[in-house]
Every structure is written in structure tokens, then in C-alpha cells.
């Protein structure tokens, strides 16, 4: 009993810093509280630019994102498996903040050698993605898998920085706040998760 006390205050301690949700900035997801006040701070992992088109052919780029939540995916219009959940769930998200300007979404395709504009307009047609609140992006191969793997972190190996052409299939949902920092990972493909992502938007949006 005295242990799990010690427990509780030792973690309370350690998040108890200017925010209020950690930073991950390596592979295998560790998150990290990091002050304001920390020299860490101004090294925390950051997306890079980007460029991709989305469904609506409209270049999208981090100036779309600028002082924007979103989260991110990575899916394909042909799976089978786990991409209809995700892409259901990034739906729920989409409803609950339709009117909230400062959040966006952003699915990424992993095999944009067949999903091509025509086919993803089709697919958010089917699917009810809003335009301007999400964008399904298609762009050139190698960078959406460098970018996914190297910056996302969304190998198919927690902790691994993968850098090949292994195919990605991941079923996260990534939180990025408004400077590009990666805030929280999540299982998409799961109601709960997406409960605590919202949760964690709702977090993110106090913080300056």
C-alpha cells in the first residue's frame, strides 16, 4: 500500500510540469515530460515540412497545419483489414470537432502508386470526409514512407527506425500540436483509444 503511494507521488511529480500532455520524440514511443524551463525544450522532435495533394487535388503542405492540432494516419483505399476501422474512427473524430477550426486531420496513403486523386475523392465521397477538415493525401512514395517511418515514427516495429521499403501498415493515430511535435499515440482501430485522443485534443487546446 505505502509502495503504491509512493508510486502515485513519484509519477505526480514527474508530469507535474508546464504540460500537460508528454512529448514522444524517439521510436519507441517513451513519452517525455519536458518543462518549458527545460534545455531539452527546444529540441523536442518537430515534423518537418511536407508536401503532399490531397483529394480535392490542393497542395497541402505544414503551412496548412500551422498553429493547427491534427492527427495523422496512414492508410490505403484497398485494405481490408484494419483501414475501414480507422477510417470509421477518424470519422467520429471528425464529427466531434467539425466546427472547431483548430483541429485537422490528415490520412496519408501508403500505396500511391493506386490511390490517385480521382480514387481518393471517390473514397472521401464514400466515406463523408469533409473538406478542409481532412485531407486524404497522396503524394510521391518514398516521401510519405520517409516521413512516416523517420519523422511519425510509424514503422510497423515499435522502437525501430525503420528506412527501408517494408510495406506500412500501422494502425496508429498520431497527435501532433501546434508546432509539429508529436503529443500522444493511439490504437485507431479502437473506440477507448479515440475516447482518450479526444480527451487528449480537448488537453492540448489549454495549453499557450
Request: hydrophobic share 35%; charged share 25%; aromatic share 12%.
Amino acid at each position: 500500500y505505502i509502495f503504491t503511494i509512493l508510486i502515485f507521488i513519484s509519477c505526480k511529480n514527474f508530469t507535474a510540469t508546464d504540460n500537460s500532455l508528454p512529448f514522444i520524440n524517439k521510436p519507441d514511443f517513451t513519452p517525455e515530460w519536458i518543462s518549458k524551463n527545460d534545455k531539452a525544450y527546444s529540441s523536442i522532435h518537430q515534423i518537418p515540412q511536407f508536401s503532399f495533394i490531397n483529394q480535392n487535388s490542393e497542395t497541402v503542405t505544414e503551412k496548412t497545419v500551422e498553429n493547427k492540432i491534427y492527427v495523422a494516419d496512414f492508410f490505403f483505399t484497398k485494405c481490408g483489414s484494419i483501414c475501414p476501422k480507422m477510417t470509421t474512427n477518424m470519422g467520429l473524430l471528425q464529427t466531434k470537432f467539425m466546427n472547431d477550426k483548430d483541429v485537422m486531420l490528415l490520412s496519408h496513403t501508403v500505396t500511391p502508386e493506386w490511390d490517385s486523386v480521382p480514387i481518393l475523392k471517390e473514397y472521401a465521397k464514400n466515406k463523408g470526409v469533409i473538406s478542409g477538415k481532412w485531407h486524404l493525401l497522396t503524394g510521391n512514395k518514398d516521401e510519405i514512407y520517409s516521413l512516416a517511418k523517420k519523422q511519425y515514427f510509424a514503422g510497423d516495429t515499435i522502437g525501430y527506425y525503420q528506412t527501408g521499403n517494408e510495406f506500412l501498415h500501422t494502425e496508429n493515430f498520431i497527435l501532433v500540436d501546434k508546432k509539429r511535435r508529436i503529443r500522444g499515440v493511439y490504437n485507431g482501430t479502437l473506440p477507448l483509444e479515440i475516447e482518450r485522443l479526444s480527451d487528449d485534443i480537448l488537453e492540448l487546446k489549454k495549453e499557450n
